[in-house]
């Protein structure tokens, strides 16, 4: 019979199980000041199920793909979505995909998938590359460029186009603020301790309001004009607009503006990363970006990249994965325990936090040979195939895994191929790019590169 460790240390083990806090903060410190560092060390110190404290309360951090099987998948109805977390944000996201549950979830996941079908995809494919050369249009030869910011405006210009259509250009500046107002309020939230009501008029809330009201002002009326014209068309708008559930019933207008903003939020700033973390990385690694070179000029000739390229540009894709295992962007997973439980040798109370950190699994050498070098080439015979299901998560997993992840991944390598067609990419910076997690995993500064000609 297993034994149970109470979760926060016993007073009969001499071995702490977890990291010792200090009095009502916890943890908090350590966490604050160094989360990748914080959980790297749980790991490597205490195992694969550290309990630790987040102010008063208890938490339990997984670092074992089994268990996070368990969690994520095999019983994932007792491990929803952390509720204190997710009410901080429901009022931007409302019920859309990221903070649906239960039933409405469920109803809503079936909705959206029709807008992820391969045709889909193909025509999404035509929008992204069009936006990146007109991208790799405006950029002189032999300027410096912050290549994160020019991923964060490429992403969302793409996760516009394609969720609202071609014709919303004069929209895009109105967008970009508002996508900006509300990532840097969510990121406010998600470290606030306490739950100020949105009503309270603080300049994040305000901000935050005026972002919400323009998105869904385009939204309104992108969905008001299909309505009127009913013409089916090619954006993910109009693939949700189509969708029924199995009683005929379509999505209301509240329902879509919920996944319009959700998807807006958690379709842009994830693949910009994804991206820059790519570009740092070949950066670093020069013959990596030359093979890459190669191979788009074996592949495409003269032409810009197209959908039927993408099964012929087999690094550029091992590259993705590769960035994605180093530089997670979602760094950082949670749930909680729907009712008491026992897992990895710890009761756990109803309502429990629990973490795992791809960027600690990602790194782990019990799953990774020389786990911190950028090897593009472990992926040739897709080295998390080998590996237990949850070594590698970059998207998550089990029935909440990430629902774009063929789009995210399609959209990173048009992105990476029609970069190396067009120009080389030299880093212009001689210190590392630190990463710094907030919601997602971003560079602490600026990611400076130089373009030179090909
Ligand atoms: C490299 C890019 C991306 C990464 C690393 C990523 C990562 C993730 C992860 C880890 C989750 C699961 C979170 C959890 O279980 O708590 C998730 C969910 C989700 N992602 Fe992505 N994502 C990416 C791109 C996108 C894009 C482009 C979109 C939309 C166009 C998107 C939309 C969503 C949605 C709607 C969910 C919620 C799914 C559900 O709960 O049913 N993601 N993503």
């Not at 992403?155 to 895009?172: K, N, P, Q, S």
Request: proline share 8%.
């Amino acid at each position: 019979m297993t034994t149970l460790s109470p979760i926060a240390g016993s007073p009969t083990t001499s071995k702490p199980l977890g990291p010792r806090g200090l009095p009502l903060i916890g943890n908090l410190l350590g966490l604050r000041r160094d989360p990748l560092t914080f959980f790297t060390n749980c790991a490597l110190i205490y195992g694969d199920a550290v309990p630790f404290r987040l102010g008063p309360r208890r938490a339990l951090f997984l670092n074992n793909p089994d268990l996070i099987e368990r969690v994520l998948v095999t019983e994932h109805r007792n491990f929803p979505k952390i509720s204190f977390l997710w009410r901080q944000f429901t009022a931007v996201l409302g019920d859309g995909l990221v903070t649906s549950h239960g039933s409405l979830w469920q109803r809503q996941r079936r909705l959206c998938a029709p807008a992820f079908t391969p045709a889909r995809l193909t025509a999404y494919a035509g929008v992204m590359v069009q936006a990146t050369e007109r991208m790799l249009d405006s950029w002189r030869i032999g300027e410096v460029r912050d290549l994160h910011a020019d991923m964060m405006a490429l992403t969302l210009r793409i996760v516009a186009e394609t969720l609202f259509g071609v014709g919303i250009e004069a929209d895009i500046p109105r967008i970009e603020t508002a996508v900006a107002d509300l990532t840097s309020e969510m990121a406010a939230r998600m470290v606030r301790p306490i739950l100020i009501p949105d009503a309270v008029p603080l300049p994040g809330h305000l901000r935050y309001r005026r972002g919400l009201a323009c998105i869904e002002d385009v939204a309104t009326r992108i969905i008001a004009k299909r309505r009127r014209e009913a013409a089916a068309g090619q954006n993910l708008l109009d693939a949700l607009i189509d969708a029924r559930d199995e009683t005929g019933a379509p999505m209301s207008d509240r329902q879509l503006r919920d996944e319009a903003v959700t998807f807006l939020l958690a379709g842009h700033e994830t693949t910009a990363l994804a991206l820059t973390w790519a570009l740092y990385l070949l950066g670093q690694h020069p013959e990596v970006g030359a093979a890459l070179t190669a191979e788009a000029d074996a592949v495409l000739g003269d032409g810009p990249v197209t959908f039927e390229d993408l099964h012929r540009l087999p690094l550029a894709e091992q590259v993705v994965n590769e960035s994605l295992r180093l530089y997670p962007p979602a760094w950082l997973i949670g749930r909680e325990a729907g009712q008491d439980c026992e897992i990895g040798g710890h009761a756990i109370p109803k309502g429990t936090p629990l973490y795992t950190c791809p960027w600690v699994l990602h790194r782990d050498s019990r799953f990774w040979a020389e786990p911190l070098a950028f090897r593009p080439e472990r992926w040739v015979e897709r080295a998390d195939r080998q590996l237990p299901r949850f070594a590698y998560m970059p998207f998550g997993g089990g029935p909440r895994v990430c629902i774009a992840q063929r789009f995210a991944v399609m959209e990173a390598v048009l992105i990476l191929a029609s970069i190396a067609r067009r120009c080389r990419l030299l880093p212009s910076q001689d210190r590392p790019v630190v990463p710094f997690p907030s919601i997602t995993l971003r560079p602490a500064g600026p990611v400076k590169f130089r373009i030179e000609a090909r």
